[in-house]
């Protein structure tokens, strides 16, 4: 079935780092490709999205690049902020006509000042 | 324009009692989700509405769990009776329509079996 790999956390960072949280997916066909985020206390947020192969989704400073090669749609920032400390899901959708979509564990990020 | 609302945000229960969850999606969205999230986890499917029809409830653990969304809006989850594996965070999401890859999820209820 489908499924999600990501990296595992908790990450801390310095303000002013950069950020890479990997993600890797199995999926059968051509999913789409999210990112989640979940600040304290709120609900999932969309972050970015790409819907097929090299697409590459941002918001907020963020980017992913849709990579079928490598099955992968890793997270980047090239500056972190405190604000930015949050919980990171990465997730697919298989679009069969099924839209559930299926989820990473989520990684922890920290940015301290 | 109002986001996904969940009620209530907390509940504490001991276990074999009932308890239910209730969402109120955004105004307009035909496609409402339940989700479950264990802790340190992602979301979990549990059954997906297109109007007032669940059409994938697979995940749904239907000895004790059901759902609904009698007029295609609001739906109520219940848990009868209630397990301690139970304690999770219950999430609610909505989209526009079944073609809407985008999901708005609401804040959840974080649930406590004792």
């Known amino acids: 079935g489908d499924s999600v790999t990501q990296m595992e956390g908790p990450v801390t960072l310095s303000e002013e780092a950069f950020l890479t949280i990997n993600c890797t997916y199995t999926?059968?066909?051509?999913?789409?490709l999210f990112w989640y985020v979940q600040y304290p206390g709120e609900g999932l947020q969309l972050l970015l999205k790409?819907?097929?192969?090299?697409d590459k989704g941002s918001n907020k400073g963020f980017e992913a690049t849709y990579r079928k090669e490598t099955t992968s749609f890793h997270l980047e920032k090239g500056s972190v902020q405190v604000s930015d400390s949050a919980v990171y899901f990465c997730?697919?959708?298989?679009?069969?006509?099924?839209?559930?979509?299926?989820f990473g564990t989520g990684t922890r990020l920290t940015i301290i000042p | 324009e109002a986001g996904v609302v969940q009620s209530p945000r907390y509940k504490i229960i001991e276990k074999k009692q009932p308890v239910a969850f209730w969402c109120n999606p955004i105004?307009?969205?035909?496609?409402l989700y339940w989700y479950l999230q264990n802790l340190g986890q992602g979301p979990e499917l549990l059954i997906r509405?297109?109007?007032?029809?669940?059409?994938?409830d697979s995940q749904l653990p239907k000895d004790r769990f059901s759902a609904e969304r009698l007029k295609g809006v609001d739906s109520t989850l219940k848990i009868q009776p209630a397990e301690l594996g139970d304690s999770a965070v219950y999430l609610c999401?909505?989209?526009?329509?079944?073609?809407?890859?985008?999901?708005?999820f609401g804040p959840g209820t974080r649930l406590l079996v004792l």
């Open positions: 999401a909505s989209s526009l329509d079944a073609a809407s890859e985008t999901q708005y």
């Open positions: 999926a059968t066909g051509y999913p789409s």
């Open positions: 790409a819907t097929k192969a090299d």
């Open positions: 997730a697919l959708s298989a679009n069969f006509g099924n839209e559930k979509l299926t």
């Open positions: 105004s307009g969205h035909n496609t």
């Open positions: 509405y297109e109007n007032e029809e669940a059409v994938d």
